[in-house]
């Protein structure tokens, strides 16, 4: 009901009252009819410009292990708590430190690399992809669609500094989901020219950048291996080389070795020079981990600049 008032010439007020009934339109939500709604509107993400681009510059290699999105871990329990917002909460603050370090500089590339165990779980029975127990943070639908707009808003603050070339390793926690997570991702920058992604499934990896040969796996490998895999793997590649790094994950902390070629009676080993580094990551230790006393070293996201012709020439921490 809907009651106002009017005046006459002389002053009197006279009332007036009226009715209004409404019923509800009776117009079923289809398959069809969201079709319909949906036919002819199309959005691209716009491409992204970047601004401190420079054909001769150097390549920033941004190393992303074991940030383990999902993992669910209690104070209380291990020290420090973790869920999805805490590692998106870490991601971005190291993006924001990236940014920073990258003022008034150029760059020829920017190469992200994700070195496997993106996602903690490989499945919505919160397990690892052999199968073994986790504690997660929700369903695989919620962890997953997290993760994924953390890396497209992390790549959109990448992209508007240099063209970015995204490197996607498997992990031994999420072989099936990561691959996807990686699949989901590259579709949302498939009609811009200034990514390039590598998302083969191939377990090792590897580019010859100048005279710089660098090697990447996920580390659950014998670790004899760690650096003979990529002589015997990029032989050419190795042979052009002055410097040789493998860089991985899965041990959660930081090391440095350096493999010497060595000369027995019945074996030539041929993976002299080749140094290989475990890098730490900014995820939190899970309850296993903790009750296993592993080590949890600085929780750090690791950086290198690479000259084409110098080598390595500086190694950036962005500490949590």
Known sequence: NNLWHSQDKIGRVQ???SKVSAKPRKVEISLESIDAYFK???YSKPDIIPLQYNADGETLEICLPDLHVGLLAWAQETGADYDIHIARDAFMTCMSDIVLRCKGRTFKRICLVTLGDLLHTDNDAQTTTKGTPQQADGRMAKIFNNALDMLIDG???LGAIAPVDVVYLQGNHDRDSGFMLIKALEMAYRKDDNFSFDTLPNPQKYRLIGCNLIGWTHGDMSRKNMGSWLTDRAKKEYG???????HAGHLHSESRTET???YTDKTDY???GVVVRHLPTISNASAWEHQQGYPQGTKTLMCFVWHEEMGL???????L
């Open 260 to 262: 010497y070629r060595t």
């Open 240 to 246: 052009l080389s002055k410097y040789a790094e493998v």
């Open 15 to 17: 009332m007036y009252q």
């Open 270 to 272: 041929d993976d002299g």
């Open 155 to 157: 790549l959109d603050i």
């Open 40 to 42: 002819g509107k199309t």
């Open 313 to 319: 020439r500086e190694s950036w921490y962005s500490n």
